[in-house]
């Protein structure tokens, strides 16, 4: 009946009820005149009021009061509770019976408790009001054992600092931890709803749409839980809130393991329903851990069921440790989404690395989930995690990858061939290792008088700059490297110092073959030899304190011509003219010719001192009197350094100035900086210290490690401001360039997109070098003198020369340079308003500053392609791809290739073409993303 | 063990009456722990064969709650209604588990006073009463709050004409009239028996 028909009734009944029953129908022929079915109702009312007599006319407030009365003497086990939290407290104001508090109690000065919402697996949880701050919360009370356990208890306090600094939407708050009766309490955020464990037992299934929201709410909130260094440990429905809303708030996360600690560790926590395979066997956990319990709830969210169910716990721990599959979802749900079925699979392998490696991921693989492409439409900066988790499925096709990783290695076979031709080290004679030339170089020492063990020594190689220039502005000839075959003149030279005072380094670093501190100590010798072990000079340095008063003679020249491998009797004596760098009392000179080499003259000058010889040097055309060189004479070369100089520093206030900007916005990849100037400080720090010049001193062996720990922090700091100052503008602008970046900075080196873009990046670095060769080789083909290709000659020292190499410029650099171009792609693009025009000038200017080298016209296509190739991996492939494209080009640019196996260098050059050839099997293995290379088993089939 | 304070149960009471949901929410369980307590306290007291004094509980109750200071007698009104909800609540849960346990549910049986019981045996008309009060809060709430303060707080007509601030002689008519209705909507009707007869 309606309200207002109600009231037409009930006036009438009134007025009917005050009459005697005898009028009263005369009384209802009148009202009810024109509406009889309004009369009907009015008698039936009076029909009701006389049977309803004595109809609830004893107040059954007495029953309700003994039933009160009665609950009260209920002992507190027989009050069950499904565990499953309801916000409701007067639907459930029953359950507060046996609870350890009543409502009305104030906990902890602070807190008062309303109601219980419920008991879960560790204790009981209240709805309080926060007293202070005036807004309801929620008491969680942990097992009584756990409060008296001091260590689970610093776990415990521990575990909820970390976990209250999640912030999420879809993140259930937890605000503090506090002590009440010898019990503690978190407190947390009250969720007005219920329980997606509840609720899926309610209504089944979610529809599909709304499902895919509610699953995209749970990754992004497990996401921010992951992002604080938390781990959930027991995501389950029950720990999944639905508030009234119908927004995800997820709860519980990270205490769950303190019921583990609380129960003892035979039995797991919870229901084994929702752990992973690796949390049933009691291993660690990871953050994979709880994506495959966040696969059970989504897999439950869509289905309505459980993906592993039983009758009993022992015969779902006996399901759960038979490694079986749940049944496709697909077979409980007709029509629904592939892609869900596909994610919520990939989050259910056994295997954690295998798994999505992050939440976000998982979300942006559910259907119509692109949250870059969501977050760019927005006009957001994407988060990293947001770049890594983008749906871009990488995996190459075989023949792809196939085809990458073959074009590397036939790349990689081509620097093999071809470093014969253009490589340095092919066209002057390295047949005695460095251990080899110091001994002979110390018995060239010996034969000039210096008997004593040294207690120090050094070397290295060097190449002579200025014989090369000589050579190239002299000789036009296709034939003018030939004559390096021989070693003499020496392009390469080796340098040996020995002193009997420790060599201190210079700036801590290493001895070089110009330190100031050369001709310091009383016999000191500086020896340098070419190749084959000829003596190129020769420096001693003379008594200070002489007493011997020993005469003056001449010393014999003639064993120093021949370590010198030149015969005396063939020069002929000239007026001294070059001064040795250390006393001497007789000085001679010599003029002749280099034996091999007839039309190029040479003069040999020496010096000695009391009939000891203490100089000997060979003086070819090009050698120059470095003592006496002048400072910076070309003022235009002067302006350039300073402008050079200025461009840094006003570099580097820039990017301070940029980082703080992000850094305060909180624009910044922080922990991705973070990661990476802790990879460059760890890897410079530990190249330089392998490759420093150590000493036998203490305070010289202090200087030593303090410049490599400076020199690494000056090399982490610069990245990380660099890092926080551009990052974020490559990642507003194009994140697609920093996808595989970014998934490698978290940690997901076997993504297939990293794969791709290493593999890729192999590819690039190698053609960088054979562009450069194909410009060289083109050139000779058309009749240009040769020019020769540089190595770095520390590379033929060893791991004393390589490591320093390889953990230092070869890996800072390519981040740099990686970071610089991404950035320097958004500036241009910027600028010129268009990522088209932007790009084609990153190519001009590119190309530009590689022609200004005074690179011949014939080269040009060649530094185009360069350019270009450089350019389009920039900007298809992004930071990884250059980086790694950096790192193999100085992989092939620093290192002695050879073809001869019996070179003593050749291990190194195995070395770098094995870290070349090992960056594409990996880049090759992981881009193809676990698929199979061969169809049907083709590999099966020829073995049987 | 610490109480509201009488403005809080004010604040509480007034924002209940002003439609607020959640403040009854919040003032059930209170109203329904003070009862038990003091429940809990007599039964120590009497032993069995006494059963509770109905009236004297909730006023003690009351009493507690407003921390022994006279509510405004607006607040006295809706600490009553809030009385009743509670009663009502626990009446009606009790009995929906009992007709749970006729049909084979799992609780375990507690044994119960006599009065207790018989609301037991009448458990089904107690679920259909509820039911039906529920109907007549739609159609006509004044008479359903007379019928919930009488029959579950166990007021008089005087008491329940005060807390509602009306006559009792409107009271009285309304409680007859209300009454008419439930029995109506309990009953079925009684035409239809009449019909039959």
């Known amino acids: ?944 | 063990m610490e109480t509201l304070s009488p403005q809080e149960i004010t604040k509480l009471l007034a924002d209940w009456h002003a439609g607020d949901a959640d403040a009854l929410e919040r003032l059930a369980p209170l109203v329904y722990a003070e009862l038990r307590r003091i429940a809990r306290r007599q039964m120590g007291r009497e032993r069995e064969g006494h059963t509770l004094q109905a009236t004297a509980l909730v006023n003690e109750a009351y009493l507690r709650l407003a921390g022994g200071e006279a509510l405004a007698l607006q607040d006295r009104a809706h600490f009553y209604a809030v009385c009743a909800q509670v009663m009502r609540h626990v009446l009606v849960d009790h009995a929906r588990g009992h007709a749970r346990d006729k049909r084979g549910g799992g609780a375990p049986h507690v044994p119960l006073d006599e009065a207790a019981n018989a609301a037991a045996r009448d458990s089904d008309q107690l679920v259909a009463l509820d039911e039906a009060l529920r109907g007549l809060e739609e159609v006509d709430p004044r008479k359903a709050r007379v019928v919930a303060l009488r029959y579950f707080a166990g007021l008089g007509i005087e008491e329940t004409a005060e807390v509602l601030g009306i006559s009792p002689t409107t009271v009285r008519r309304e409680w007859r009239r209300a009454k008419a209705w439930l029995y109506r909507a309990v009953a079925g009707g009684v035409r239809e028996v009449e019909d039959e007869a």
């Open chain 1, 1 to 944: 009946m309606k309200p207002e028909r109600w009231r037409q009734v009930d006036e009438l009944f009134g007025q009917a009820l005050e009459r005697a029953p005898a009028e009263r129908a005369r009384f209802l022929d009148a009202a009810c005149a024109s509406d009889p079915s309004l009369r009907r109702e009015v008698e039936e009312m009076l029909r009701c009021d006389e049977r309803a007599e004595e109809f609830i006319e004893t107040p059954v407030f007495g029953v309700a009061a003994a039933l009160i009365g009665a609950r009260a003497q209920r002992p507190a086990s027989d009050q069950g509770s499904d565990g499953a939290k309801r916000s409701n407290g007067l639907s459930d104001s029953s359950s507060i019976d046996g609870s350890r508090f009543l409502p009305g109690d104030v906990l902890a000065g602070r807190y008062r408790v309303v109601g219980l919402l419920g008991r879960g697996g560790m204790g009981e949880v209240f709805r309080a009001d926060d007293l202070k701050l005036k807004q309801p919360v929620a008491l969680k009370f942990l097992p009584e054992s756990l409060s008296n356990d001091g260590a689970a208890l610093a776990r415990f306090y521990q575990e909820v600092s970390v976990a209250r600094q999640v912030s999420h939407r879809h993140v259930c708050r937890v605000y503090d931890v506090a002590e009440a009766e010898g019990s503690h309490f978190i407190s947390m955020e009250y969720v007005r709803g219920e329980s997606l464990s509840s609720l899926l037992k309610r209504i089944g299934r979610l529809p599909e749409d709304k499902a895919v929201v509610t699953a995209r709410q749970l990754c992004a909130g497990l996401a921010a839980v992951h992002d604080a260094g938390v781990l959930h440990r027991d995501l389950k429905p029950a720990n999944v809130m639905i508030d009234e809303r119908g927004d995800v708030r997820i709860t519980d996360f990270g205490i769950a393991a303190l019921a583990d600690d609380a129960r003892g560790a035979e039995a797991p926590a919870g229901t084994p329903a929702y752990m992973s395979p690796e949390q049933l066997k009691g291993r660690e956990l990871t953050t994979r851990s709880d994506i495959y319990s966040l696969g059970l709830v989504l897999y439950e969210l869509f289905t309505g069921r459980r993906a592993f169910e039983a009758p009993s716990l022992r015969e779902l721990l006996r399901l759960r440790r038979s490694e079986s599959q749940p049944s496709s979802p697909s077979s409980h749900v007709k029509d629904l989404d592939p892609t869900v079925e596909r994610v919520i699979f990939r989050c259910l392998e056994r295997d954690p690395e295998k798994r999505p490696a992050t939440a976000l991921q998982v979300a942006a693989a559910l259907p119509g989930g692109d949250p870059l492409a969501a977050a760019l439409a927005a006009g957001e900066t994407p988060s990293p995690e947001m770049v890594a988790a983008a749906p871009k499925d990488g995996a190459l096709r075989p023949v792809a990858a196939v085809s990458l990783l073959a074009a590397s290695l036939a790349s990689l076979a081509l620097v093999f061939v071809l470093s014969g031709e253009v490589l340095l080290n092919r066209w002057v004679p390295l047949n005695k290792p460095p251990e080899v030339l110091a001994e002979r170089a110390r018995a060239v020492a010996r034969a000039a008088g210096q008997d004593a063990p040294p207690a120090d020594t050094a070397y290295g190689f060097e190449d002579d700059i200025e014989f090369y220039r000589y050579v190239a502005l002299h000789d036009g000839s296709m034939t003018r490297w030939e004559g390096l075959k021989s070693g003499q003149p020496a392009l390469i030279q080796f340098w040996y110092r020995q002193s009997p005072q420790p060599l201190e380094p210079r700036a801590g670093i290493e001895v070089t073959p110009y330190d100031p501190e050369r001709y310091l100590y009383t016999g000191m010798a500086d020896v340098r030899l070419d190749t084959e072990g000829r003596l190129i000079e020769l420096t001693v340095v003379p008594p200070e304190l002489d007493e011997t008063n020993a005469a003056v003679a001449e010393p014999d020249w003639a064993p120093l011509f021949v370590e010198a491998g030149l015969d005396i009797d063939k020069f002929r004596p000239s007026e001294p003219r070059w001064t040795p760098p250390v006393f001497a009392d007789r000085r001679a000179a010599w003029e002749g010719v280099f034996p091999l080499r007839p039309e190029t003259p040479l003069r040999v000058e020496a010096a000695g001192y009391r009939g000891r010889a203490v100089s000997f040097k060979l003086v070819a055309p090009w050698t120059k009197p470095y003592r006496m060189q002048p400072y910076l004479t070309d003022p235009g070369l002067k302006r350039l350094l300073m402008f050079i100089a200025a461009v840094f520093v006003t570099l580097i206030v820039a990017a301070a100035w940029l980082a703080r900007r992000n850094f305060r916005l909180g624009r910044g990849d922080r922990r991705g900086a973070s990661k990476l100037a802790l990879f460059v400080f760890a890897t410079r720090l530990a190249g330089g210290l392998v490759g420093a010049s150590h000493v036998a001193t203490f305070a010289g062996e202090a200087a030593v490690i303090f410049a490599a720990i400076l020199r690494a922090l000056f090399a982490a700091s610069m990245l990380w401001l660099l890092y926080i100052a551009l990052e974020p503008y490559v990642r507003r602008r194009a994140p697609h360039r920093l996808i595989s970046w970014t998934r490698l900075l978290a940690g997901d080196w076997r993504d297939p997109l990293v794969g791709r873009d290493v593999l890729v990046g192999v590819l690039l670095g190698i053609w960088m070098n054979l562009f450069m060769w194909f410009a060289e080789l083109s050139a000779r083909g058309l009749g240009i003198a040769p020019d020769l290709q540089g190595i770095t000659l520390d590379t033929l020292l060893g791991v004393g020369g390589v490591a320093p190499l390889l953990l230092g410029t070869q890996t800072t650099v390519p981040l740099l340079h990686g970071l610089g171009f991404a950035f320097m792609l958004f500036l241009l693009s910027l600028l010129l308003r268009g990522e088209r025009r932007g790009t084609f000038a990153a190519w001009a200017l590119m190309f530009g500053a590689l022609a200004m080298q005074g690179a011949p016209p014939f080269a040009l296509p060649f530094f185009a392609a360069l350019a270009a190739a450089y350019i389009f991996v920039a900007a298809r492939f992004g930071l990884l791809a250059l980086t790694a494209a950096q790192f193999v080009f100085f992989m092939v640019e620093f290192y002695p290739y050879t073809t001869d196996p019996s070179a003593w260098y050749a291990g190194v050059t195995l070395f770098a073409a094995a870290v070349v050839t090992a960056l594409a099997v990996y880049g090759f293995r992981v881009s193809l993303g676990g698929r199979a290379l061969f169809r049907g088993g083709l590999l099966e089939d020829e073995g049987l």
